[in-house]
């Protein structure tokens, strides 16, 4: 893993006292001091951004921050806007950035810290997400793609307990709904590693890469025509265990990591008033006055506002995870994202009568991105149906927010202590 590793320099630049304000400004005279974004490449500038510590100023130094308070971000954002630097494509890269960076952090080993990370950041190596399977439905504990290990000559089961990362695990199974997959270098994994333990604590989680010989990627094509995801068979994949993330059979606990990060990114963040699909169809109603019903308005109006409590609920999100608390709340963003954009794209359809029934052609696409108010009412139309499965679906996340959320009593689980190979499928 020596490709890409970020500069010892940095490394060594570790900080004696709390970073504040201040501090974090002078490093950013110095980054566009030595590396002008009108003359630097914008890849070199990125990496310098990198070193510098200023990708995401809350992570450790030399991983790409200051182990400044994350909400000093802003300011360096805001700076850099301002002096015309790139950024990273954020949206491209998202399940990088925000699924796989965060665990990495908490669960990586500084190898693969130092390896893995700068390249994400910066967007020379794409992720995704191999953890859905066709077999488990919406349970994503019952997953069957499983990972035998395979000791290094001289080495057993014992060696790997205690630690030491020798041999490598061999990985069999199909995972399905997976973003980026066609696009990707590296993806995490999470996979059966022990069929007699109960279904949550027999997981282990990995990463993959994927250029690996038995990954194999076929585009999935949706509603919309489009083929935004793939299903990835992988047949005797091989991993080395330097590519584990967490101890043996603790995969569930590492994936719940990754998956309260998904939502958070899903469902929160700060975005401006009248900002995606609420704001696609208040223009539709200013502009078609003619199209116009008490009916159309009363709904328009009650979602709106709904939109708008969403819209501070998310800022309210983005502050927690600001403090590295992402929480269960995120679940509950996710489902009000999601029904309040199949609402919005169904009244947005009904105004736009005839013209919104619409659809330009059923080409098969392969997008880099989903822009949810790209194209025209009947494309968001088709696509909002997917947000309530995306991401974890509807039901499961009403479970989430039931149980962890307001405290509620849990349903019952038959299958809670029974091994994973003894349930019915």
């Not at 009108?38 to 182990?67: E, K, M, N, S």
Request: aromatic share 6%.
């Amino acid at each position: 893993m020596s490709r890409a590793e970020t500069s010892p320099e940095a490394a060594d630049a570790a900080p004696t006292e709390p970073v504040d304000a201040a501090e974090v400004r002078r490093a950013v005279r110095q980054l566009l001091a030595t590396h002008d974004p009108t003359t630097t490449a914008r890849i070199d500038f990125l990496r310098a951004q990198f070193d510098a510590g200023l990708a995401w100023v809350h992570y450790p130094v030399g991983l790409g921050g200051l182990g400044a308070p994350r909400a000093l971000q802003s300011l360096v954002t805001a700076e850099l806007a301002a002096a015309g630097a790139p950024d990273n494509d954020p949206r491209r890269i998202g399940i990088g950035l925000g699924m796989a960076a965060p665990t990495i952090l908490h669960y990586g080993t500084e190898e693969q810290q130092r390896r893995l990370l700068r390249p994400l950041w910066t967007g020379e190596e794409v992720w995704c997400q191999l953890f859905s399977e066709p077999g488990a439905g919406s349970d994503l504990a019952a997953l069957g793609t499983r990972a035998v290990y395979v000791p290094a000559p001289g080495g057993d089961r014992d060696t790997l307990a205690d630690g030491a990362r020798a041999g490598e695990w061999i990985v069999d199974g199909q995972k399905v709904w997976t973003s980026q997959a066609h696009l990707a270098r590296w993806a995490i994994l999470i996979a059966r590693t022990d069929p007699d333990l109960p279904k949550h604590r027999g997981i282990t989680y990995f990463i993959c890469d994927m250029t690996d010989p038995g990954v194999e990627v076929r585009p999935l094509r949706q509603l919309t025509g489009e083929a935004e995801f793939n299903e990835v068979f992988l047949t005797g994949v091989r991993i080395p265990d330097d590519r584990r993330l967490g101890a043996v059979g603790e995969g569930w606990r590492v994936a719940q990591t990754t998956l309260m990060n998904e939502r958070v990114a899903i469902g929160g963040g700060s975005v401006p008033r009248e900002h995606g699909m609420i704001g696609v169809a208040a223009r539709a109603w200013r502009d078609h006055p003619e199209l116009r019903t008490h009916d159309l308005h009363q709904r328009l109006l009650r979602l709106w506002v709904e939109a708008e409590a969403a819209r501070y609920a998310g800022q309210r999100l983005g502050q927690q995870l600001a403090v590295g608390q992402p929480g269960p709340e995120g679940s509950a963003m996710k489902l009000a994202f999601a029904r309040l954009n199949q609402e919005i794209s169904g009244l947005e359809v009904e105004l736009m009568g005839e013209a919104g029934l619409a659809y330009d052609d059923w080409t098969m696409r392969r997008p880099d991105l989903v822009d949810f108010t790209a194209r025209e009412a009947g494309y968001r139309y088709l696509r909002a149906r997917g947000n309530s499965i995306e991401g974890g679906t509807s039901e499961i996340l009403l479970n989430i927010v039931a149980e962890r959320v307001l405290g509620l009593p849990p349903e019952p689980r038959a299958d809670k202590d029974a091994a994973w190979k003894d349930l019915p499928r």
